[in-house]
Nanobody, 124 residues
Framework: VQLQASGGGLVQAGGSLRLSCAAS????????MGWFRQAPGKEREFVGA????????YYADSVKGRFTISRDNAKNTVYLQMNSLKPEDTAVYYC??????????????????WGQGTQVTVSS
């Protein structure tokens, strides 16, 4: 599978953005999907993940209640809705895919395929 993330941009604190990650190649529903982010000088960190069916989601504590992951398997796309954005949410955001067996991974090593990243900048 190949992944293409989009939807990043500049937004004021308190605002919203929706990121998209479009997949091509093998059936999209074969994969669980994750979102990660990486700020300058920091390690890539887990944001959230969604199961292949969309029935299960899991979020990092830092975004819980503000971010929502969803997917449309018919459109081969996963989304990250980001509300109440804070300056500390500024980062490059990446989507990733993994074999859906077992618990949703929360580390970079749990994912096999990565998109190219999209920049999100939140101004104060």
């Amino acid at each position: 599978v190949q992944l293409q993330a989009s939807g990043g941009g500049l937004v004021q604190a308190g605002g919203s953005l929706r990121l998209s990650c479009a997949a091509s190649g093998p059936p999209f529903s074969n994969y669980a999907m994750g979102w990660f982010r990486q700020a300058p000088g920091k390690e890539r960190e887990f944001v959230g993940a969604i199961s292949w069916s969309g029935r299960s989601t899991y979020y990092a504590d830092s975004v819980k209640g503000r971010f929502t992951i969803s997917r449309d398997n018919a459109k081969n796309t996963v989304y990250l809705q980001m509300n109440s954005l804070k300056p500390e949410d500024t980062a490059v955001y990446y989507c990733a895919a993994t074999d859906p067996a077992g618990v949703l991974p929360t580390t970079v090593w749990g994912y096999d395929v990565w998109g190219q990243g999209t920049q999100v900048t939140v101004s104060s």
